[in-house]
């Protein structure tokens, strides 16, 4: 089991500039105390997302961490021009010493890519072949294409990634079929649904990637992504999460609301029900051991992917629980791996 961090990049209401001040803090201490990646997310227009350039952040935990995995979960291919991409993916890699992890999508929300002039209906036609390009660019010397969205005619490949042939894939998963694509791919996958739809995407997976004869030893991570507030009391805990959560989920609402659309993931407005369903969790260390214990046998997951700053969540409150994962949950499963 390895523990990885994912965050939106919310607004949590402190001026811009002591919000990624404070962030790339909490990313040294993610490095600090042995997270295996951080992952941060791509939005535009929207409280929901600070980091709308994650190549541009991203750059800056390179410099700021030394053996943490990074990466976009995920760029908006069709947002890009790929030449463009394949350039700042090499540059991220080589700046980190070969510890970048791309993770590609189309875009979740059809308003933020409206906001570029792309057409969202183009997506599930174009966000492949944008990867193909991108796959193509990290490993030759030099780029030509020709396919519906994108012409290249012997374009130099100047950059290179350091791992080869490319970083890591990663891919968002909400259902059963997309995991097709995903081990098509070659993909790690991180998915935020709750234990039994998880597992029916992990099993799915997994009977993929069997029938793509591949080998059990280079088997990719399956992450479950949770809302995680630790704390010293479960009370403590839970009231710092339902105050942060609701902040989180004005700024997922807003684009949606704004426009006369409703939110696709049927979210509720508390986070009460989030906690009872297992897709969150409030409370203390020795609470989260068993929590994530009992989410590891209902989805046999291989990765846990904590979001554990969000909404209005204080640097202290996040410290907090990162230092409690770290000092006591983290070596609970080790003990356990090694016995």
Known sequence: MKFGIFEHMDDSGVPQDR??????????????????????????GTPLGLAPSPSVFL????????????????????????????EEICMLDQMSGGRFELGVGRGVSPIEVGFFGVNPADGPRQFPEALRVIKQGLTSDELTFSGEFYKFDKVPMVLKPVQRPHPPLWYGVLTPDAAYWAALEDAHIVTLVPPQPARAVFDRYRA????????????????????????????????????????????????????????????????????QNGSAFAGTAAGFNAYLDEQIKATNANYFVCDVAFGDLTPDETMRTVRLIAQDVMPFFADRRAA
Do not use: C
């Open 19 to 44: 919000h990624f001040s404070n962030r790339l803090s909490l990313v040294e201490e993610y490095d600090r105390h042995g997270f295996y990646a951080y992952h941060v997310a791509e939005h535009h």
């Open 59 to 86: 750059a800056a935990v390179a410099q700021r961490t030394k053996r943490l995995r990074f990466g976009p979960l995920v760029y908006s291919l069709p947002l890009y021009h790929p030449v463009r991409l394949i």
């Open 208 to 275: 993929e990637w069997k029938k793509f004869g591949r080998p059990a030893d280079t088997f990719p991570l399956m992450g479950i992504s949770r809302h995680i507030v630790l704390a010293e009391t479960d009370a403590a805990a839970k009231a710092t999460a339902e105050r942060a959560y609701r902040l989180w989920l004005r700024h997922m609402e807003i684009l949606w609301t704004q426009h006369g659309m409703k939110l696709p993931l049927g979210l509720p407005p508390e986070i009460g029900p989030l906690l």
